[in-house]
T-cell receptor
Framework: NAGVTQTPKFRILKIGQSMTLQCAQD?????MYWYRQDPGMGLKLIYY???????DKGEVPNGYNVSRSTTEDFPLRLELAAPSQTSVYFC????????????FGPGTRLTVL | KQEVTQIPAALSVPEGENLVLNCSFT??????LQWFRQDPGKGLTSLLL?????REQTSGRLNASLDKSSGRSTLYIAASQPGDSATYLC????????????????FGKGTLLTVNP
């Protein structure tokens, strides 16, 4: 299994541009998450999904959108990029059994200039 | 609102030393607690997960304990090695009244560990 994969690894955007961060998992996990990690601030939840077709907001959803058309994929869309969205973005997934261990992707480092 | 605190923010130790990393949380109604390791520029790797009904979990040189009533967890690393240098994060998953968990984690800010040869 590849686990949780994310593309791209790095990206530089200009203010006002848009992009989609890709996330995929091959573990048949039903829950998927997007976090952002800022220096010294820990991880903040942006959006999460409990299954295909179902998404919900986390702590910091403004400026982002998500969709979940399949169990495997959970892309994060940035519209009108702003410098405040400069961060490292992590995708994660978990299976809703009694253990609920969360698995993370390698991250996407995004800079908005 | 659940808050997770990790102290110290940074720790530097000589190789071979045993050490303890601390994690505290404000709401004891948790489903489980998970310890992660993060290497510079990398993602998070799960180290140990403790269910709310458990007191500790062990994996190799790592031992994590949980005292839910006092809102504390510790990660004990025995015989530290330079390869243990990384940031260690703890995260808690809440227990909700409807039963089970809402599957969302609240993270601490991490402890940056440096093990010197």
């Amino acid at each position: 299994n590849a686990g949780v994969t994310q593309t791209p690894k790095f990206r530089i955007l200009k203010i006002g541009q848009s992009m989609t961060l890709q996330c995929a998992q091959d573990m048949n996990h039903n829950y998927m998450y997007w976090y952002r990690q800022d220096p010294g601030m820990g991880l903040k939840l942006i959006y999460y999904s409990v299954g295909a077709g179902i998404t919900d907001k986390g702590e910091v959803p403004n400026g982002y959108n998500v969709s979940r058309s399949t169990t495997e994929d959970f892309p994060l869309r940035l519209e009108l990029a702003a410098p405040s969205q400069t961060s490292v973005y992590f995708c994660a997934s978990t299976y809703t059994n009694s253990y609920n261990e969360q698995f993370f992707g390698p991250g996407t480092r995004l800079t908005v200039l | 609102k659940q808050e997770v605190t990790q102290i110290p923010a940074a720790l530097s130790v000589p190789e071979g030393e045993n050490l303890v990393l601390n994690c505290s949380f404000t709401d004891s109604a948790i489903y489980n607690l998970q310890w992660f390791r993060q290497d510079p520029g990398k993602g998070l790797t799960s180290l140990l997960l403790i269910q709310s009904s458990q007191r500790e979990q062990t994996s190799g040189r790592l031992n994590a304990s949980l005292d839910k009533s006092s809102g504390r967890s510790t990660l004990y690393i025995a015989a530290s090695q330079p390869g243990d240098s990384a940031t260690y994060l703890c995260a808690v998953r809440p227990w909700v009244r409807s039963g089970g968990s809402n599957y969302k984690l609240t993270f601490g800010k991490g402890t940056l560990l440096t093990v010197n040869p």
